[in-house]
């Protein structure tokens, strides 16, 4: 009888050994293709100033590899086995979660934060002294053979906890991934994907937000589709904050060479905008640009005053054009520029009566959001 628990519990052990070393695979393969694909592509690209291209799928199964190889040999020096085995793992998820703890500092030329460059030793020789400590002082406990459910049980405990660590060191920022994505997909002149990403959350970071305008540009599509997204920055949206001027890819020089202009210093986007038009130093694209940072800004008098000086009376506008020049009339009835969108002159009527309707701002505010969160009405009037 004692022979066959015997066997029982070293056949469950060597189950269990394959078994944490596929979980352990599958968690690492997963982390890094699904969820930290464009991180480690951002690392990749500052490690190799953009020499080498990174591929996500060969990326994931050479690191989860040598992670493995890495858990076998540390396994083979320490000795851990019994309900502690899956400690084993803690170097390789330690590491793992290093890899991906990159954040915006990455355009500015550092690969990674200062602090590991101590703290990484320092944990793994606390490690080393602990499972060394474990190995001497509860030796008779490793080694004896105990209930095969509480083996099972300890080591996926620890591996799940260890695969928690890794998840909560790693970058979980969800707006900086957002901006890598979205960045990758402009570079790789898929505009498309760029603008699908993340395009029903209501966050967004201003790099984000520059990003997505630029997507829109290149698309011709900044009247069309501006307003379908948040935009909390007013014209600063527009372009790159300052200190973005060091950033290793898709930048504020891009950025400028696309429009045909650099800005002065401390010259606001609106007033460098309104200057590469006026003197017709900026490329045909600056125009959009232009007339996009009037409507953020809710200058409403410049933007048709632009307009009418930009675009003929027959011309169609694009949508939001449109709806910045119903929104102006309604307040300006002599002003001569028609729209003949009589959807668009009935949804404007319906939006001027909703607001009426509602006892609490709170409550008008979220309501209209949810019936006309995509006009330019709702941005000017509640944002």
Known sequence: MSSNTNLSYKRAARILTVACGLLFSAFSFVYLFVFQKDVLEALHYSLS??????????????ITVVLLIFRWGINSLMGLKGPVRALSYFPSCLLLGVLTDVDRTIFYGESFSDKWMWLLPLLLLIYIGVTYTLRRVFRYWFDREGSVLGLINSNLAILIVLCLMTVGIGNSDLNFHHELAVEKAIREN?????????????????????????????????????????QYYGADGLLFAPLSQETLRLNADSLYEYLGAKPHTAEAPVDFLARICHDEEGKHTALDYYLSALLLDKKLDKFASVTDASFFEQDTLPRYYREAVILYKD????????????????????????????????????????EFGDTYWWYYHYQ
């Open 49 to 62: 100033q953009g020499r080498t291209h990174y591929s996500p799928l060969i990326g994931a199964i050479i």
């Open 190 to 230: 898929n505009n498309d994907a760029a603008l699908k990403v993340a395009a029903k959350s209501l966050e967004a970071s201003r790099t984000l937000t520059v990003l997505r305008s630029h997507a829109l540009s290149m698309e011709g599509a900044m009247g069309e589709h501006l307003f379908e997204y948040p």
């Open 331 to 370: 307040t300006h009835p002599d002003y001569a520029r028609e729209v003949k969108d009589t959807l668009m002159i009935q949804r404007f009527e319906e939006f001027t009566k909703r607001q009426a309707e509602f006892a609490s701002p709170a409550e008008e505010k979220n309501q209209m959001r949810r």
